[in-house]
């Protein structure tokens, strides 16, 4: 089952029962003194909602990799945006369709199926650039909060309607039906002038960010192309994204008053794709894609290439076919984190730990802000049980990342490990504090005050926190009850 029937079959539940979401715990907002949204008010509604998809959603897809390819691209236009103090979040969603969708609060998702069919990263690009305008002009907001008379429930529930025509219209019918949203309907689309107004603001920002603004327009060309073919895909994005003849004029216009700028794709643009390719299908069935194409030199990118094929090759724990495979990549002399990060795990599932983490150490000084690497090392040590030298590490990046899930759970599996009862679920509530599961945060540091292996400086430690959370958590049983 694709991204939206399943997101919105828990949402939509959270959403009018209360049970999931807890859109009913967030404060109700009565009457409605302008046409938009406060600003900490919709990054809210908006963290909430990514709380459940990276907590309950199956098609979230945690990949350290792709994620930091998305946050690296989209931070590369944010910074040239006109960011009203969000902070935007880019993750990806494991579904073929051709899609893409903002959430209030800087949180925008994009399918693999989107990064897949992107033919060059400055089209991807554009398609960001698109989303990051709707997001700053605040349009989600505006359309939804026509209303004076609204709540933060039926909000959320909208909310969710808004996400489902992203990729089904019929369940998004029954979303809106369910949240007596039907006035809202007609307006899952973003209007003309929203289009527009993004198109327009969405090619500055590409502009401003060095890449070549005739992304947008040929990504868009294409897509509405290939509607007559691959409807179901290429839909997705058209439904709520209506591409008119005058919007692609207007685009063309625009690129005619800007000089014709060749921009290189980035290294990683091409491994991301090549390694989303190597995770579809059976490994055998990878390996031979990667095969023909190496074959038939039919392709962009002949490190990525190799890279994929090596990652297939180490799906099918086929250890020495992957170890000279990635070697071939390294002959090109590219360099890459991601590249790296798969050198360094063949090596350890080859046998060779000690090389393998050597690798990673290396990785970690030529690319100090890979954050893909300080989770494979990690990860690494975990795998191997070397927790003393992991619980060290871990603790050491959480003085950099204090708010890093994986980090959190890397040192819950560390104390786990090493025998600390009570410091093993110390860290998973803050896993749960961190997704938005006060109530399940709470109930862990509850397990850690019982465990009696903390000191009394853990115990003090366990103990504050406890109390943070519980008070935390009376705000937010008050704000369900007004």
């Known amino acids: ?63 350290s990799d792709v994620e930091a390819y998305l ?14 103090g969000f902070g935007f979040q880019f993750f990806p969603i494991d579904d073929p369709s051709i899609n893409a969708f903002a959430m209030p609060g800087g949180y925008i998702g994009v399918h693999t199926g989107l990064m897949l069919s992107a033919q060059t990263e400055s089209e991807l690009a554009g398609v960001l650039a698109h989303e990051i305008s709707h997001v700053t002009q605040r349009h989600i907001a505006r359309q939804v909060f026509q209303s004076k008379q609204i709540t933060m429930a039926s909000m959320a529930a909208m909310l969710v309607a808004l996400l489902a025509a992203r990729s089904s219209g019929q369940v998004a019918g029954a979303a809106i039906a369910s949240s007596q949203a039907g006035a809202i309907s007609s307006q899952l689309a973003y209007s003309r002038d929203f289009e527009r107004e993004s198109d327009r603001l969405g090619f500055d920002i590409l502009y401003k960010a060095g890449f070549d603004v005739r992304g947008m327009s040929d990504f868009f060309e294409r897509l509405q192309r290939a ?24 685009m063309q216009n625009r690129e005619q008053s800007v000089a014709y700028r060749q921009v290189a794709d980035s290294i990683d643009f091409h491994l991301v794709r090549a390694k989303l390719r190597a995770m579809q299908g059976l490994p055998a069935e990878a390996v ?71 690798i990673y150490r290396e990785a970690m000084v030529r690319f100090p802000l890979s954050q893909g690497l300080l989770y494979g090392y990690g990860g690494a040590m975990l795998k191997e049980r070397r927790y003393p030298e992991a619980s060290r590490f871990v603790e050491a990046q959480l003085r950099n990342y204090p708010q890093d899930v994986r980090l959190y759970k890397m040192r819950a599996e560390s104390q786990a490990g090493l025998g600390k009862v009570a410091l093993q679920h110390q860290a998973l509530a803050e896993v749960f504090a961190l997704q938005g599961q006060t109530a399940g945060a709470i109930e862990q540091l509850q397990i850690a005050q019982k ?27 008050k704000e369900k009850r007004n």
């Not at 509607?227 to 207007?250: C, F, K, Q, W």
Request: aromatic share 8%; no cysteine; net charge neutral.
């Open 1 to 63: 089952m694709p991204f939206a029937p399943r997101f919105v079959a828990v949402l939509l539940i959270a959403a009018l029962a209360g049970q999931s979401l807890r859109a009913s715990e967030l404060p109700e907002l009565g009457d409605v003194a302008s046409s938009e949204l406060p600003l900490a008010m919709e990054k809210k509604i908006g963290q909430q909602i990514m709380h459940e998809i990276r907590w309950r959603e199956a098609s979230y897809l945690d990949d």
């Open 71 to 84: 946050n690296q691209l989209g931070g590369r236009l944010t910074a040239v945006s006109s960011d009203p």
């Open 227 to 250: 509607v007559r073919l691959y409807e179901n895909n290429a839909i997705a994005y058209l439904r709520t994204h209506p591409l008119s003849g005058e919007r692609m004029t207007d």
């Open 288 to 358: 031979k894609d990667f095969s023909a194409q190496l074959r038939e030199k039919k392709y962009a990118s002949l490190a990525a290439v190799q890279y994929g094929l090596a990652y297939a090759h180490y799906r099918a724990r086929d250890w020495a076919a992957a170890a000279a495979a990635i070697d071939a990549a390294g002959k090109t002399r590219v360099s890459s984190a991601i590249l790296e990060r798969l050198r360094a795990d063949i090596r350890i599932a080859q046998g060779d730990v000690g090389g393998g983490l050597a």
């Open 451 to 477: 465990a009696g292996d903390a000191n009394f400086f853990e115990m003090s430690a366990i103990d504050a926190r406890l109390r943070e959370l519980q008070q935390r958590r009376l705000e937010e049983l």
